[in-house]
């Protein structure tokens, strides 16, 4: 079976549909018209995000996500560092994904939480078996999650429109709740909404023509989930009994379910758990793929490349992700830890987001001529909006979310310890692999010789030039190419780092 669009769209909605079913209600805290302005903006950095990125796949479709770009855009090491911040972002959601679905289990059936731990390992073995067979088995199956979890959305935005109360829209004490810093505080929850659209781009390697198909599919799904949020949000804030309540509720979606078909809570709550798991198993599927394509460029242990020798698929880095993520399960559960992981998670986020639409400016201002079969209508504007988005969101984890800076001191020393990693190993055996020298060595190469271009006409050929484009060619063959008079590689600055 040769993946389509269609299969596309539908890892897309598999991935993302799950964050609107929960939390995203906790962010109303800050008031409905406050919120709905943050989820409005959420959207369109989004959507802008989701824009730029089809741009850049239908030139350079790469499946090693944001760390691709950004090696050939923002240097060799910054490139690591942002592999690294989307794979631990991808592995930290996992992680909440899997607590809240068994969290939701357990509110059914109580008995539940004393195997708690059974339930997490059980979700990891079924989702794993799917990906690791790949193949048509999974495209089937991953069909079938996103009908299932988008269908219970449609049923739920329609079936509750006989229990609406259009009054509630009126209750003017919780249109703005609290000040700007209430505002930021809940801003960031916003992204619930729409996280993970952007690991779309890591299936290049997985479908025939990526150049049209992963664009194609990727805003088709940013416009059905933008048409599901919207939907959602506004049937949520109709139902009785309004706010204050339902920032607080696990489910949000309940209020329509226990009415429609006359059942508990607690049964309504089980509504959520194909889209909590579908969510889970995209987001395994995502940083599988980026360790892969990190390891073929030996940034990471070579076992991590690795495929399955019947059907293909990336088994190793997906088992050593995935067991990452499931011994966050014990920590993040026994110290509560939930909402510090989850700013962890929107951090890494933000900072891939925010390199993304760099490297998306870097390349529509270097690459004008360069054949896309796709153009964002937004272009370069577009992404200094989404940017300005996420600078906004990030000082809202960092200063706002009452956590003392916990979740920025977490993410810091990550990024300390891949830091060292990469100055102590990583850099010393890291090259380009089959995969980039095919896809985005053009652009190393062109962005490195205007930058000696540029060099050279500042210096006149004056020695600290030649000086210069010999620390370049010495730092080339480290990667493994050899310069040549048309083959270079970054510019000074990534070079350097």
């Known amino acids: ?36 302005i943050a989820v409005g903006a959420m959207g369109m950095a989004y959507l802008c995000l989701t824009l730029s990125m089809a741009e850049m796949t239908s030139m350079m479709p790469f499946a090693g996500g944001a760390y691709g770009l950004g090696r050939c855009t923002l240097g060799f090491f910054t490139g690591f560092l942002l592999g690294c911040c989307e794979t631990l972002e991808y592995i930290l959601y996992v992680t909440c994904s899997c607590l809240t679905l068994s969290r939701m289990l357990a509110t059914k059936w109580p008995e539940l939480d004393k195997c708690k731990y059974l339930v997490w390992a059980m979700s990891y073995v079924v989702a794993c078996l799917a990906l690791a067979r790949g193949g048509r088995t999974y495209w089937m199956w991953n069909r079938a999650m996103a009908a299932i979890s988008l269908g219970i959305v449609v049923i739920f935005c329609l079936g509750s429109l006989p229990f609406v109360d259009t009054t509630l829209p009126f209750q003017s004490d919780y249109f703005v709740v609290g000040d700007l810093t209430d505002f930021l505080e809940a801003f ?50 109709l139902l009785p009994p309004g706010l204050p309540t339902l920032s607080a509720e696990l489910s949000p979606l ?84 939930d909402q510090y992981v989850f700013n962890a998670c929107m951090l890494f986020a933000f900072t891939s987001y925010t390199a993304q639409c760099l490297g998306y400016i870097f390349l529509k201002t270097h690459h004008k001529t360069t054949k896309r079969l796709f153009t964002s209508p937004l272009g370069i504007g577009g992404a200094v909006f989404a940017m300005c988005v996420w600078v906004l969101n990030t000082i809202g984890i960092v200063a706002f979310q009452g956590d003392h800076q916990m979740s920025l001191i977490f993410v810091v020393l990550l990024v300390g310890v891949c830091s060292g990693y990469y100055h102590g190993y990583a850099k010393h055996h890291q090259s380009f692999s089959e995969e980039e020298q095919k896809i985005m060595l053009f652009a190393h190469i062109a962005i490195h010789n205007s930058a000696k271009a540029k060099q050279a006409k500042r210096s006149k050929g004056s ?9 370049m060619s010495k730092r080339y063959l480290q990667v493994g190419v050899r310069p040549s008079s048309s083959v270079a590689v970054t510019n000074t600055t990534a070079i350097e780092s």
């Open 188 to 237: 960031p929850k916003a992204a619930w909404f729409f996280i993970g659209i952007e690991s779309l781009n890591t299936l290049s390697n997985a479908v025939p023509n990526p150049k049209s198909t992963i664009p194609r599919g990727q805003l088709a799904s940013m416009v059905t989930l933008l048409i599901t949020a919207t939907w959602t949000y506004v049937v949520c804030m």
């Open 1 to 36: 079976m040769c993946p389509t669009s269609v299969d596309i769209w539908a890892v897309g909605i598999a991935v993302v549909i799950g964050g609107q079913y929960f939390s995203w209600n906790e962010g109303l805290a800050a008031g409905s018209v406050s919120y709905g």
């Open 254 to 337: 309940n209020r329509g379910f226990t009415r429609m078909f006359n059942i508990s809570n607690a049964t309504a709550t089980l509504l959520a758990v194909p889209a909590t798991f579908a969510t889970a198993q995209g987001f395994m599927l995502s940083y599988s793929n980026i360790l892969m394509a990190m390891a073929n460029s030996k940034l990471l242990p070579a076992f991590l490349a690795t495929r399955h020798t019947s059907f293909g698929t990336p088994v190793n880095a997906l088992v050593s992700g995935t067991m990452v993520s499931f011994a966050l399960c014990f920590v993040v559960d026994a110290w509560s830890l």
């Open 463 to 471: 020695l600290s030039s030649r000086g210069s484009t010999r620390k």
